[in-house]
């Protein structure tokens, strides 16, 4: 029955099987573009993938213009209609998560993959979703094609087919993530970076909509001579060209995201079936008619469309709500630009009439009058389109319609205000606003250029001088008294869209630059939106401000080395300067713990076109110079054992070893590391760095230079500096070697208490146990004393100049390497004279003892230069020792016998 008319019963039952055969017979399938499709692009065919030569203008807007025309009056029957769209429908309901806290600090971290991952599988993505837990966002990362697309950026010369890459990835995963967010809700994380994503696929759509017209504009010289020969775009020649393209992309564009998020109409909006206009009202007509009674409520007594209006009477309830709903409805279908699409709902509806309004904003065009054929063809257009306009402004100004039919008249005559009355979010005003301003270009040019001189009806001076400019539009709706409005404003993603529509890059950049100061961390997604957003206008040529794209990027890398992210770090250092680039991947190897990664990580460096050499070469300096330990003196107390940031430091050297081509720097730099070692008498950490050098990198290195010529002084010094440490190393085991068995002499036996025979025996067997032992004791001792003190004189007597002496002066003079050398000389040596002194006196080789001071008074070595006189007067009385062993013998002072 009718509602609020229970004394009239409906004579229209609603079949929900006719309604379910009705919504099948017409429903449409969706296309969703394969992620591995990048030709297609999930936007209007205005954003081709394929950047053509000649002609420049099929792939725009302009295209839709008709080119039969009568004689100077075009037909701009699609300025204002929808264009084709890849009929994508994907049910998202709008703006359901604007409102979401997309700080993404406790859980989008945690949607990074491996750092090895994907290595093998070379698709960019994987439909392995199984369930809602984060193990399953890692597993399906959103972004991870989206961040290895900077591994394309060399490769691709042509940054648009790149964009519709960056695009197609994003849609792809935004459709995956929708069947995910279906079971998880709205209100899921998962929700939230499908809203992130969703966002930045529409940026991209926006990007490659405007900008692909601009890089074929640039590579056309001769565009307006086409534009002049080629009749199907004459029009251009009245219009303002570039305004009107320009808005007319924005405007599709956003019509393009609406379309996307209404979903499918014949499971949305075919509420049911019908072929009557207000079928209810009509029946309770009939009724009374027949019965001859009146109704408790007035209701119109006649069914032409202007009846409720001009009756001041309502409809019966039923089709009130009907026509509520189906306007609402038609308002959405426009917003979304199917024009056609609303059409065909109102003739299903039963209001044809509403259908044929919607229509007349057709120039009108007769072909017979300029075909020259004998057979009548058929007349497009609207000949009263002026009276058509002003009728549509009169109807969105009256109050008394419902808001939506208000809006979708507004819409169709440039009436700004009644149009935002119904436009709840941000994208709804932007293209209510530039909606306007292309119907407001398209109708000034038209009155201008004479084509309207049949038009009787003038629109309202507010309108005709109404001069909207995108800068005062982004103004207005900074300004808006919609809390949700400005809201969105303020949100991140329409911010970018806004400086990219404005084309304000610098400014766009200055806001990049804020975001990165700001206190609280930007999600991860929208910081690699913002890398790639950045190399994109690098690859147009834009002039940007470096130091921003810098700081951009050197986030980005940041964020990946934080997430171990392996693969991806090189390819976005590549896209830093030089220098910067090396600093940034230096660091970055810091981090990198696993030797097993190393070759991959300087493969990846090489690929990327970095500077390995430096950049290893920083990586070694960079540690091995972070302990700001001086050289210390021997005398004062140390800790000699190997700590965790000396293992480090040994560590370290391996990135330079993994390269035949780095001998020389490893073996510099793991010169420079075991001189602090020695230094602090660290001697087991700098054993442990010279074992990482390989053994035969003297000879690559002689090697790599016998074809070339000489061996550059450096490595040559570098070389020399090697076996002094050897020698030193050496002469310092050997000393352990003595030490360690010189404390191991055997204990001789005590005898037994009782002289029993059986006890004299076992004590004689003991004796000659002890006594064998002793002299192979005594014997190991002599050997390890003629061993050490042999590698002790190889380091005090070492040949060409002495010990840490450079052979080469000619080389590049490196203050802080002679500085560490001389100190290395005064710690190192007089330490090795006092255990060689050590060792001679505790093997009473006394005479011996007293010729070391002979070697270390010597000019030939002037060993003496590098005691202090505090060490002389210690070695001095240490001698002086010796010398009263020796005349407690009967010996002189110097060994030698005494004579009579």
């Known amino acids: 029955s009718c509602r609020g008319q229970s004394e009239l019963p409906s004579p229209v039952v609603r079949d929900d099987e006719v309604t379910v055969a009705a919504r099948r017979r017409r429903k449409k399938v969706a296309c969703i573009l394969h992620q591995e499709n990048f030709d297609l692009l999930p936007v209007r065919p205005v954003i081709s993938t394929v950047t053509p030569a000649r002609p420049l203008l099929r792939n725009t807007p302009a295209s839709l213009f008709r080119q039969a025309v009568t004689p100077r009056v075009p037909d701009v ?31 989008t971290n945690s949607m990074y993959t491996s750092p090895l991952s994907g290595q093998e599988n070379t698709s960019f993505f994987r439909d392995d979703i199984g369930n809602l837990s984060s193990a399953l966002l890692k597993e399906d990362d959103p972004g991870e094609a989206g961040r290895r697309v900077c591994w394309m950026w060399r490769e691709s010369r042509d940054v648009l087919i790149l964009n519709a890459h960056l695009a197609s990835i994003t849609l792809f995963k935004v459709d995956v993530l929708q069947s995910v967010v279906l079971r998880a809700g709205q209100n899921s994380k998962t929700a939230g970076v499908r809203w992130l994503l969703q966002q930045e696929n529409c940026t991209w759509r926006l990007i490659g909509s405007l900008y692909r017209d601009r890089v074929q504009l640039a590579l056309e010289d001769d565009i307006m001579t086409d534009m002049v020969v080629s009749n199907r775009y004459w029009i251009y020649i009245f219009i303002d060209f570039f305004f009107f393209l320009f808005f007319k992309l924005v405007v599709d564009w956003l019509e393009s995201i609406a379309k996307d998020q209404i979903g499918d109409f014949s499971d949305n909006i075919e509420f049911y079936a019908k072929n009557v206009c207000w079928e209810n009202t009509l029946h309770a007509l009939k009724m009374r008619r027949k019965s001859g009674t009146s109704f408790t409520v007035p209701l119109v007594t006649e069914l032409d469309p202007d009846a409720p209006l001009r009756q001041q009477r309502p409809l019966a309830d039923l089709d009130r709500e009907d026509d509520a709903r189906l306007l609402k409805n038609l308002f959405t279908l426009i917003r979304a630009g199917m024009t056609e699409e609303a059409q065909r709902l109102c003739k299903r509806c039963g209001q044809a009439w509403r259908a044929a309004t919607l229509e007349g904003w057709k120039l009108y065009h007769d072909p017979n009058m300029t075909s020259g054929s004998v057979e009548l063809q058929p007349v497009e257009g609207n000949p009263h389109r002026g009276i058509w306009k002003a009728c549509c402004w009169r109807m969105a100004e009256e109050e008394q319609l419902n808001r939506y039919e208000r809006a979708i008249y507004a819409s169709l005559s440039g009436n700004l205000k009644p149009l935002l009355a119904v436009c709840d979010s941000w994208e709804d005003c932007v293209w209510a606003y530039f909606r306007v301003m292309v119907d407001s270009l398209v109708e000034k040019d038209l009155m201008s250029s004479g084509m309207a001189h049949q038009e009787v009806e003038t629109l309202p001076r507010e309108y005709l001088e109404a001069n909207w400019t995108m800068e005062k539009v982004f103004e207005e709706l900074q300004a808006s008294e919609s809390k949700r409005v400005l809201e969105e404003t303020r949100e991140h993603y329409h911010v970018i869209q806004r400086f990219v529509i404005l084309g304000d890059l610098d400014g766009l950049l200055e806001e990049f630059s804020d975001w990165l100061t700001a206190s609280k961390p930007l999600p991860s997604h929208l910081l690699r939106f913002m890398t790639h957003l950045v190399l994109f206008f690098r690859s147009l040529g834009l002039a940007l401000k470096e130091e921003v794209c810098i ?3 050197k986030a980005y890398v940041s964020l990946l080395i934080r997430d171990q992210q392996t693969d991806l770090v090189a390819s976005y250092v590549g896209q830093l300067p030089a220098e910067l680039a090396t600093a940034q991947y230096a660091a970055f190897l810091e981090t990198v713990t696993q030797p097993e990664l190393h070759p991959r990580c300087l493969q990846l460096a090489t690929d990327a076109g970095l500077d390995v050499s430096s950049i290893t070469k920083l990586v070694v300096e960079t540690v091995r110079q972070r302990d700001d330990t001086e050289f210390t003196h021997h005398s004062q107390t140390l800790e000699t054992g190997t700590t965790k940031e000396d293992q480090r430091k040994i560590d370290v050297i391996d990135w330079l070893l993994d390269n035949p081509a ?4 490893a073996l510099k730099q793991s010169n420079a590391i075991m001189r602090k070692f020695l230094a602090l008498q660290k001697h087991d950490a700098a054993k442990a760095v010279f074992s990482k050098v390989p053994e035969d990198s003297m000879s690559q290195i002689y090697c790599q230079w ?19 440490i050897r020698a030193y190393l050496e002469a310092h085991e050997a000393f352990t070697d003595w030490f360690r068995h010189s404390s191991s002499a055997p204990q001789k036996p005590a005898p037994a208490p009782e002289a029993k025979f059986t006890e004299r025996v076992a004590n004689e067997m003991r004796e000659k146990e002890y006594q064998a032992s002793l002299s192979a004791w005594s014997c190991r001792l002599d050997a390890l004393t003629e061993d050490v003190k042999e590698r002790i004189y190889n380091v005090l007597l070492f040949v060409d100049g002495g010990w840490m002496v450079d052979n080469r002066k000619d080389s590049e003079q490196d203050s802080e390497r002679n500085h560490q050398m001389a100190v290395l000389r005064s710690l190192c040596l007089p330490r090795l004279s006092f255990l060689l002194l050590s060792v001679l006196q505790s093997s009473s080789r006394h005479q011996e003892a007293l010729r070391l001071a002979d070697i270390i008074s010597s000019d030939q070595h002037r060993l003496y230069q590098v005691f202090s006189k505090e060490e002389l007067r210690r070695f001095l009385q240490k001698l002086r020792e010796s010398s009263l062993s020796l005349l407690d013998r009967g010996l002189d002072p110097l060994g030698y016998e005494l004579q009579p």
């Open 551 to 553: 700081d951009v990027l």
């Open 77 to 107: 029957s699609a300025i204002l209609a929808p264009g084709g769209r890849t009929p994508r429908y994907t049910h998202t309901p709008r703006n359901a998560l604007s409102s979401l806290n997309l700080d993404d600090s406790d859980w």
């Open 662 to 665: 780095h001998r020389a720097e």
């Open 706 to 724: 016998s074809e070339v010529g000489q061996l550059p002084a450096e490595d040559e010094n570098a070389v020399r500096e090697h076996l002094c």
